[in-house]
């Protein structure tokens, strides 16, 4: 099939944005109210209007309002502007979650220019080579010194910062701007922000969204969960703000909704529960091993939980136990969120957690969803899909369909209600022996276990078999410790998998390592493993466990 002529957008430093879905179908979304058609900023700039003292954000320093924070937007979009940055080009924002991180990425908005946030953290590979890639103008950081040497990346002209430039392109955004600022109209359709997702790739993929999908699309899913009516909603986002899943902070609760938005610096879970009685959130949103964590704590004296609706899961499957202990703990729904940065997004908020809902009918408000014939694999499109990947013409063409559609990689089916249940990576397999073993199937039999709190699976080499399994696992505070010997017979009795599929290896862990994006980290657990077996060496037969 040839594929459809797509618009295309050239930031000032030559990178291409190109939009994969038929311009038809971005309109058509738009005529039936998906898409509000109108750019972050200005949906920004009217919840501004009609509520100026509703509180935009609570963060560590307290809360600032609608008033407060657009004063704040608009005098880092002057002070940007000063420096020549505009609607055409790529300015990259790494601060810390709360104010100053939402205030950045609206001011970047405001600006027509499309914002890359990406959390902060140890390490300046993966900074380096998403700033070398998109060829961003500019970068906005909380100190100038957590900030890339720009001699690696001669398309980076200013560091912006909050305090003193340390830095020989360092610009202080703290100081007065010489004329304020006045936004223009920008092209809903154009892109806005750029996702980043570690996914399977080498380097980390950045995916272009528009500002119709963003506050059209992605907006939509939080309506959904709120019943429609999102006005009210105040949301706390554990996750960081500049990963895919914390993209429903600024862009989504603050400017698409205008709603209140409740973050931390970093996920602790005392401090989050603390933020439960003190500034009652309806909503919670959290990758499973952080609700988790919230739900294990015991109840503090005074807490108070009648502000709270619902605890929201995504960015990995959640676990039936986890579910269950969130809800005994919380007494609220827990919805689980089938997305991704990719563009696909399905959850449960009409059907519940049952085994035989799966994650829920999918949402054409968002993205319809369909099941490829043979490969299984879930496909999907809609008001939410982004535009292309950015400086990466293989992945789009190993990922989006002709017409649009995103291959998202994982295999799924539709049932008789023409609700998605979601069956694992198609990719994300351990080979042992020559044969396939899926570590989703065996992380979700292991979750049911009364002394796994937390499970993940991975391959570990081997010399003789290529690979073997390892389950990796955290047991619930007062248990006594597992053995390899109950996982792999419960595996096999009581949850009826095959005797290839047991893992041959045990790593027990006081904490699951947790990446950037508060996912758990595979590739330390498989470091840590394979590390554990070639100290105490691979077994040919039976077993392994390791502390």
Sequence with gaps: MTRVPASVWTSSAGVEIRDLVPATLRRSWVARGH?????????????????????????????????????????????????????????AVRVPNGRRAVAA????????????????????RGPASLLARSRARAVIVED???????????????????????????????????????????????????LVSSGSEAEPKMVAYSHNAMAGGRANYLRALAGGDADG??????????????SLGTSVTVAALGATLLVQD????????????????????????????????PPAPGEDLSGLRALVSSGAALPGATAELCARRFGRPVVTVYGSSDGVNCHTAATGLAPDTGTGLPDPAVADIRVAPGTGEIHARG?????????????DARYRTPDGWVRTGDRGRLDAHGRLHVLGRLKQIV?????????????????????????????VPDDELGERLCACVREPPGVPAVTL????GFLETACGLERRKLPELLLRVPEMPLGPTGKICRPTLARLAATGAARSGVPHTGGHEHP
């Design 35 to 91: 898409c509000p058609d109108r750019d972050l900023y200005s949906l920004f700039a009217a919840h501004v209007r009609a509520h100026p003292t509703r509180t935009a954000v609570v963060d560590t320093e307290g809360s600032v309002d609608y008033a407060r924070l657009d004063a704040d937007v608009r005098h880092l979009a002057a002070r940007l502007a000063e420096h020549g940055l505009g609607a055409r080009d790529v300015i």
């Design 105 to 124: 990425e609206l001011a970047v908005a405001a600006l027509g220019a499309v914002a890359l946030p990406y959390p902060p953290g140890h390490g300046s």
């Design 144 to 194: 100038a010194r957590d900030a890339v040497p720009e001699a690696r990346l001669p398309h980076l002209e200013a560091v912006f910062s909050w305090g003193e430039p340390h830095h020989p392109a360092g610009v202080c955004l703290t100081a007065p701007a010489r004329r304020p600022f006045r936004p223009r109209p920008v092209d809903a359709e154009a892109p806005a922000r750029i």
């Design 233 to 246: 909603m105040r949301n706390l986002v554990l996750v960081p703000l500049a990963s895919s899943f914390g």
């Design 266 to 297: 970093a996920f602790d879970p005392r401090e989050a529960l603390r933020m439960l009685t003190a500034h009652r959130p309806t909503h919670v949103f959290g990758v499973p091993t952080m609700l988790r964590r919230l739900a294990e704590r």
């Design 383 to 395: 008001p939410m899909t982004p535009l292309c990947y950015v400086a990466a013409p293989d992945l």
């Design 431 to 459: 080979v042992r022996g020559g044969y396939n073993i899926s570590p989703a199937e065996v992380e979700q039999a292991l979750a049911a276990h009364p002394s796994v709190a937390e499970a993940a699976c991975v391959g």
């Design 485 to 488: 010997g109950d996982l792999t």
